[in-house]
Each structure stands twice: as C-alpha cells, then as structure tokens.
C-alpha cells in the first residue's frame, strides 16, 4: 500500500498493513522475526537498508513502531522492552536534572515509584495533582515544570483528564503534555490529535492484547521529539527485541475488533453491577453519573474495557470476590482477551499505600476480556456470594 493511500486508510487498514510492505525477496506478508544482532556491510559503513546493529535498529521493530505511529497518527514510533522502559527513556531523554514534572495523583504505580524513587535521585522532582481539576494543575506547576504527565482513563480509579486542556494549560507553561494512552488505545483516543506532544504505552497490555509479552512504546509528531527520543532509545538501549517487537505487531492488527468486544462486554458487566445491592460504587467513564463522563464522552470512541467497583462488606469481601472468580482470573496485568480480576490495594498498587495515591481497600477491578458475556456476569455474580 502505497505512503499517500495509507496516510487517508481507516484505522483497521492502518492496523493491518502500516508499517511493513510485503518483503521484496520472499513476498512475505507478515513481518519475518529478523532474530539478527548485527548486519554485513558492503564495505565499511555500506549499510544495505540502514541496519548496522540492532539496538540501534531492526526491521521487525521498524515494522512495529511504524505501525504504532500510523495508528496514533503520529510521525515516528519507538518501541521498548517494557512500558517503564519507554517511561524512562522519555523522561531522561528530553528532561534535564533540576526540572520538575506534573503527575496524576493516581497515576499507576509504578509510574509514581519511577518518578518518585528513581528520577528523584536524579535530580527531577515531581508534584502529584488531581488531573482532572484544571486548577490543582494550575497550582501545582513551577517555573521549572518542563512536563504534564496524564494518564486518562487511569488505573484504578477509571479518572478521567480533558487532553485537549491540559495541553493548553502545559503548553501556556511551556512544558510537554505527556499522555499514557495504555488503557484507551489508539483506537479510543488518539492524543497527538488533541494536542498532547508524546503518547506512551504498557503494550503489555491492550496493544500486545494476549498476556504473551511485555513491551513499551512511544509515538511523537514533532521531528526534534522524535530525535531526541529516538537518540535517547539507542543511548540507554531498552529497545524492544524482535520476538517481543513481532508478538505486538501480531496483537496491534486485531485490535479494533478486539476493543469493541471489550467495549461492549465492559458496558454489559457495568450494567450488571450497577444495578447490584451487594456493590457500593462501579467507576466507568460509560456511566452518566460519572464526574469525568462528558470529557471522556468528548474525547474517547468508547470508555473502554476496564471496571472497578467497590464492594460493601470492605476489604475481606472484596478479598473473597478475587479469590472465588473462577472465569476471570485473580492475576495483574490487564488488556488481554481473558478477562482478569484484582485487587489493586493488595496487588498492582502495594507500592502506593501510606501515599496520597493509595487506593480504597475495598476496591476490586476488573480487565474484561472478550469471553462470551453471560459467562462473566454469571461467575461474577456467584463471585460476589
Ligand atoms: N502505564 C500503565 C497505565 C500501566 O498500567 C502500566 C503497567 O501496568 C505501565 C504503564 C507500565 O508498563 P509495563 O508494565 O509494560 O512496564
């Protein structure tokens, strides 16, 4: 598919074919796993398609980090050995020591940890804020805040941030906006296009979408950015292997079908709760009561395929719900096509208690997955006792 054709195709073609022509040689329709450390050269630096090594570059990561950025309707994607991997290239990569970042107060936790009891020693300070509450933004940003960091929806709490705002408001205080895109996707909510400067991903999760791999990525429109980023990604070396680069093209191709099922087995399950005595609360950007619904509404295609509720009986019953689900599996991690179940004050968020990011006892979430629906409601519903 020719640049120009491609640049106007929807998102399922972009998904499908972006980032890779079918190889010259071979014909080869999906990506070969070039499992290649180096490449021979035609003479010294006679480099036959740019490749010398393979932290600094290799065709299936090109593959994916090219389909990345079409899907985000971005200039150059990055991909990394993890989310936090990319985290920390973007944040070192175009931060100096002495600045200062704006983070969510409920950002994922080992987000706050990489900002808190990493880069702090590095010489970056940070100041949690409730995104969603333009004026505690306002407040919370310095002289020296170079970055907004936004996660929207965010783990646990399903908050929601107004992209298109916070832009203005980082932007007028000339620091980036940073968007971690993991929990929407691209085919949810594409960022670059609201105004954010750098999208990231845990494609562990949504992206890679079957629980097989762990990976990161990165997607900017900005040529500076993206050769800063892209310098920065050689220099520390988290790149992304070729198996692992491989496994989250495969995931990326099918993830619009796998979003609406998400979706619409997400909203059926919110139903179901909702409309549950033995259920305190269900946070989903979906529901009309929702205090971020209508920026999310705005700014998202769908609100997702992540739910958290808080059960009444406190902690030990929402302990007994993880432990009795029996279709949804008691594990981290989310975004795959098996529906998982946890309990983030126990589990994903340990690290954030005594903070101001710990999250209520209580709390179970939900990853749902794109089994058939009646079986989850079924097992949740028996899960609840
Ligand atoms: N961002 C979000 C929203 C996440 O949920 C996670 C992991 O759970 C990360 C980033 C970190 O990604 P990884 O675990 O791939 O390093």
Avoid at 300 to 313: C, I, L, N
Avoid at 350 to 363: H, I, K, N, R
């Amino acid at each position: 598919m020719s640049q120009e054709h491609r640049s106007k195709a929807g998102f399922e073609t972009r998904a499908i074919h972006a980032g890779y022509e079918p190889d010259a040689m071979t014909g080869a329709v999906i990506p070969p796993i070039y499992a290649t450390s180096t490449y021979k050269q035609d003479g010294v630096g006679g480099l036959r398609g740019g490749y010398e090594y393979s932290r600094s570059g290799n065709p299936t990561r090109t593959a994916l980090e090219g389909n990345i950025a079409a899907l985000e309707e971005g200039e150059r994607g990055f991909a990394f050995a993890s989310g936090l991997a990319a985290e920390d290239t973007v944040v070192r990569g175009l931060l100096d020591p002495g600045d200062h970042v704006v983070l969510p107060n409920d950002a994922y936790g080992g987000t706050h940890r990489l900002f808190d009891k990493v880069e702090q020693r590095w010489g970056l300070a940070n100041t949690p804020a409730a995104l969603s509450d333009l004026d505690a933004v306002r407040a919370a940003i310095r002289p020296e805040t170079r970055m907004v960091w936004v996660e929207t929806p965010t783990n646990p709490l399903l908050g929601i941030a107004d992209i298109e705002a916070l832009a203005s408001v980082a932007h007028e205080a000339g620091a980036l906006l940073v968007v971690d895109n993991t929990f929407a996707t691209p085919y949810l909510q594409r960022p670059l296009t609201l105004g954010a400067d750098v999208v990231i991903h845990s494609t562990t999760k949504y992206a890679g979408g079957h629980s097989d791999v762990v990976g990161g990525a990165v997607v900017v429109r900005d040529l500076d950015l993206a050769d800063k980023v892209g310098y920065h990604q050689n220099a520390m070396g988290a790149v992304a292997g070729p198996f692992d680069a491989w496994l989250t093209l495969r995931g990326l191709k099918t993830l619009a079908v796998r979003m609406d099922r998400h979706c619409d087995n997400a909203e059926r399950i919110v139903a179901f709760l909702d409309a549950d005595d033995r259920v305190e609360h269900v946070y989903y950007p979906g529901l009309a009561g929702h205090p971020g619904h209508e920026v999310a509404a705005k700014q998202m295609a769908r609100f997702g395929g992540m739910v958290s509720f808080r059960v009444r009986g406190g902690e030990e019953h929402a302990l007994e719900v993880c432990d009795r689900a029996e279709v949804f599996t008691l594990a981290e991690s989310l975004g795959g096509i098996e529906s998982l179940i946890e309990h983030p004050g126990r589990m994903t968020h340990a690290s954030v208690a005594g903070t101001e990011l710990e999250v209520p006892a209580d709390l179970v979430r939900l990853s749902v997955g794109i089994e058939t629906v009646e079986d989850l409601i079924t097992d949740l519903d028996r899960a609840l006792g």
